[in-house]
């Protein structure tokens, strides 16, 4: 399904934001960062995140650039509303302050990254014009 080095790429950044996301919140609340503890709060994500990436290859005009930030918007809201859901269905909690929190790290993580390499990718192009 995926189609090249540019959409295993983004998949491994994505994956990689995700358990920054999980380590960090796990840190906030004093909880232990160990392999098992942020692997149980970050599954649910990151089963999302490969969703949402499935997503973008079915959707041809995201399919080509998966670093685009339009893909990172797709990828983000199906991460959070399947990613919660996932956490839900397996006894986690899903509170308003937990669910408002996530949506931001992870629009921030998710969509921000992808923002800034099209920054970085326009400005080279603009330079070598």
Known sequence: MFCGVKALSTLVVDVVAI???AILGRSSHAEGNTFVGVLGTAWP???AAVL????????PALRRVPSDWRSGV???AVTV???LIL???SGDTAALPFILVASLVLAV????WRALYDLIQRTRRTRTA
């Open 19 to 21: 358990v920054v996301f």
């Open 52 to 59: 949402g990436h499935v997503v973008c290859q079915l959707i």
């Open 74 to 76: 797709v990828v983000w």
């Open 81 to 83: 509303v399947a990613g």
């Open 109 to 112: 993580f998710l969509i921000g």
């Open 45 to 47: 994500f990151l089963a």
């Open 87 to 89: 956490r839900v269905l």
